[in-house]
């Protein structure tokens, strides 16, 4: 049967071509890697659309945790004092990340069903002037909400106030198009929508906030200035470079504009979106969100509550059928999550509601409706 899909947030199945780059060694310090690295970032930057210079991209070894820690811990003056939107698990992240570096913030917790909107963040640093900046993340994977950053960004933009986005799973095939949103910097990681492989993460900010932040970050090896800094003047990593995760990222830029760009990618991402819901409703599968906040990258659904059902055994189940899915991580109700992206299109989506359907039957389970409970609290919480 060969390898199965993973059908998550990233690590994600990557193309055949992808993989082979990986076959070759590189070093660190020669040229030739210096002009792949000089070549990606230029890359990057074009999917950001920066065609007038203002920005620029620092690649940050480790995983996306790393780079988002490193994005924080380097644009967040010691005498900042910050916003953090938070509907879902990475949210959370982003505040316990502050609480380690010591960053004074104040948080807007929507829960796990709704986004932040515009009005309410308005309020806020309206009533809160010592407000420095805000940190949104882009589409919060532990939920599947995709979060209205165009509307963020307006009136964070409005307001005087600086935003920093973390598009961790979204960049790449969702818009953030400089030219488009107002925001100082973003961050995002190899091994999602690009399809790359895990290794590292990427910054693209601003080139005033990357002067700027000099001096700001808690840490030597995530001190996004420093990097930036080093690969001006040299264009070497300051540490070790994961090169083989930097080849295949480089094969997997050339397939993301073979296939047509982001806009390419975003209509096969919701395609497969689309069949795969209409598919596991139909076998009585509820989704967390309703249709309007349903992101093409993963989605939440509740665990039936049919007394049969057991989500280790389903899980096993589906794996052994070729897909792996992902655990739910909500803090209210039980659910599980199945991945949009990666090198999969609307014709694998089939297969997988087809082999959910199968484990359903194996665990005699004659329906995937949820527990009544969980449909209420949805119903309450998103009121």
């Given at each position: 049967m060969g390898e199965p899909y993973l059908l998550t947030p990233g690590p994600l199945t990557t193309a055949f071509e992808v993989k082979e780059a990986m076959l070759k060694d590189w070093g660190s310090w020669d040229g030739d890697f210096r002009a792949m690295t000089a070549a990606l970032c230029q890359k990057l930057?074009?999917?950001?659309?920066?065609?007038?210079?203002?920005?620029d991209c620092v690649p940050m070894q480790g995983s996306g945790t790393f780079a988002v820690e490193a994005m924080l811990g380097s644009f967040l003056g010691h005498d900042s004092r910050t916003l953090v939107l938070v509907n879902g698990a990475y949210g959370k992240r982003i505040v316990e990340t502050l609480h380690y570096l010591g960053r004074d913030h104040v948080v807007i917790d929507k829960g796990d069903y709704m986004p932040p909107r515009g009005d309410?963040?308005?309020?806020?640093?309206?009533?809160?002037?010592?407000?420095?900046?805000?940190?949104?993340?882009?589409?919060?994977?532990?939920?599947?909400?995709?979060?209205?950053?165009?509307?963020?960004?307006?009136?964070?933009?409005?307001?005087?106030?600086?935003l920093l986005i973390d598009s961790m799973s979204a960049f790449g095939a969702l818009p953030l198009d400089v030219r488009d949103l107002r925001y100082e910097a973003m961050v995002s990681s190899a091994n999602k929508c690009i399809e790359g492989?895990?290794?590292?993460?990427?910054?693209?900010?601003?080139?005033?906030?990357?002067?700027?932040?000099?001096?700001?970050?808690?840490?030597?090896?995530?001190?996004?200035?420093?990097?930036?800094?080093?690969?001006?003047?040299?264009?070497?990593?300051?540490?070790?470079?994961?090169?083989?995760?930097?080849?295949?990222?480089?094969?997997?830029?050339?397939l993301h504009a073979e296939e047509g760009g982001a806009p390419a990618r975003l209509a096969r991402y919701e395609r497969n979106r689309d069949v795969m819901v209409a598919g596991m409703r139909d076998l009585g599968f509820e989704t967390l969100l309703k249709d309007r906040w349903l992101s093409p990258i993963?989605?939440?659904?509740?665990?039936?509550?049919?007394?049969?059902?057991?989500?280790?055994?389903?899980?096993?189940?589906?794996?052994?059928?070729?897909?792996?899915?992902?655990?739910?991580?909500?803090?209210?109700?039980?659910?599980?999550?199945?991945g949009c992206i990666g090198r999969l299109d609307e014709h694998v989506m089939r297969q997988v509601v087809n082999a959910a359907r199968e484990s359903l039957e194996e665990m005699n389970v004659d329906s995937a409706c949820p527990p009544e409970e969980a449909l209420k609290e949805r119903a309450r919480l998103a009121a």
């Open positions: 930057l074009a999917i950001a659309g920066d065609d007038g210079g203002e920005f309410e963040v308005a309020a806020a640093l309206s009533a809160d002037p010592a407000i420095t900046h805000v940190v949104l993340v882009h589409c919060e994977t532990s939920s599947g909400i995709l979060n209205p950053v165009k509307e963020i960004s307006e009136v964070v933009a409005a307001a005087g106030r600086k492989v895990p290794g590292f993460g990427f910054i693209i900010a601003r080139i005033a906030e990357l002067e700027a932040a000099k001096g700001n970050s808690h840490s030597l090896s995530l001190d996004v200035h420093a990097q930036w800094a080093n690969f001006k003047k040299t264009g070497q990593w300051r540490f070790t470079p994961p090169t083989h995760a930097v080849a295949a990222f480089m094969k997997a830029l050339e993963i989605v939440t659904f509740f665990t039936p509550a049919h007394p049969n059902f057991s989500f280790p055994r389903f899980y096993d189940l589906m794996k052994a059928r070729g897909f792996i899915i992902y655990p739910g991580k909500l803090t209210v109700v039980d659910s599980f999550r199945v």
